[in-house]
């Protein structure tokens, strides 16, 4: 009995293809997932939190199993997530590793800030400029209100 | 580079003490996890969607370190979680390993379904009769309307 459930727990460690993104901060782990749409896709997903990590303390890691993300897609977690690495596997070997970077836009997930803002009057996409990405400071393509990372709100 | 990913990905897959809930259908993890509070603890989750099962074609799977939960907080999750199993582990192995079952009572989880009920209105938390288990109905201890499986809202 001990052995088969040890074995079984091995068993989903490993991914032969897919990606893993390592070094996410443990308290933004569900927000990754989100942003991801992770919570509704058909492919295997393994995720950790609070995971010791002897960089950080405590990390979060997510390996999806057969899914590529674009660059853009991988960047958007760079808001919430940006010490997170990306590693691609194939074949159950590392063919790229390299750490995400804010982008110098950012389309549909931020909320803007300002409540006067058209994107939240209609059923228009947010869109920015990120103006500083070390502070996290996004200028609204509409209104041109900076929504900074403090009064960030995600459209999950 | 290769081996020391793959070394990493094997030393999170085990627990040595906590609690495993297994064969949760994929669609309800998350549900599973919002339920328990698993998003905003500080113990190490692990948890995996879609993975290969023979039982229930694929399954999800939870672990929680350091973590014991009464009988009561388990058979919650039976409510969206059914075929699930709950496994206690300590120091590598497993010492107690057994079902869910749907609760006599249900508190605070779910919503009732009746909007003109007092707890949709004022701060009580709610209460039902579980009427039937396998259909899955509840009677609320206040309008004594009945919260059916398809019109079912968790709290979370």
Same mark, same amino acid.
């Given at each position: 009995m001990e052995?088969? &459930?040890? +074995?079984? $727990?091995? *068993? &989903?460690?490993? @991914? $032969? %293809?897919g990606t893993v993104i390592d070094h996410i #901060?443990?308290?933004? &782990?569900?927000? !990754?997932?989100? @942003?991801?749409?992770?919570?509704?896709i058909d492919n295997q997903v393994l995720f950790g939190t609070n995971l010791e990590s002897r960089k950080m303390g405590t990390k979060g890691i997510i390996k999806v199993k057969n899914m590529f993300f674009a660059a853009s897609e991988i960047n958007k @977690?760079?808001?919430v997530a940006p010490t997170a690495t990306l590693i691609v596997i194939k074949n159950f070997a590392v063919v790229e590793k390299k750490p995400v970077f804010v982008p110098d836009t950012v389309e549909k997930i931020v *909320?803007?800030?300002? #409540?006067?803002?058209?994107?939240?009057?209609?059923?228009i996409p947010t869109q920015?400029? !990120?103006?500083?990405?070390?502070e996290l400071k996004l +200028?609204?393509?509409?209104c041109e209100k900076i929504t900074?990372?403090? %009064?960030?709100?995600?459209?999950?």
């Open positions: 052995k088969e &459930v040890l +074995r079984k $727990e091995l *068993k &989903v460690s490993a @991914i $032969e %293809n #901060p443990s308290s933004t &782990v569900f927000q !990754v997932i989100s @942003i991801l749409g992770l919570s509704s @977690i760079a808001l *909320k803007c800030f300002n #409540p006067n803002c058209i994107t939240n009057h209609e059923a920015f400029q !990120v103006i500083d990405k070390k +200028r609204c393509h509409y900074a990372k403090d %009064n960030m709100t995600f459209i999950s």
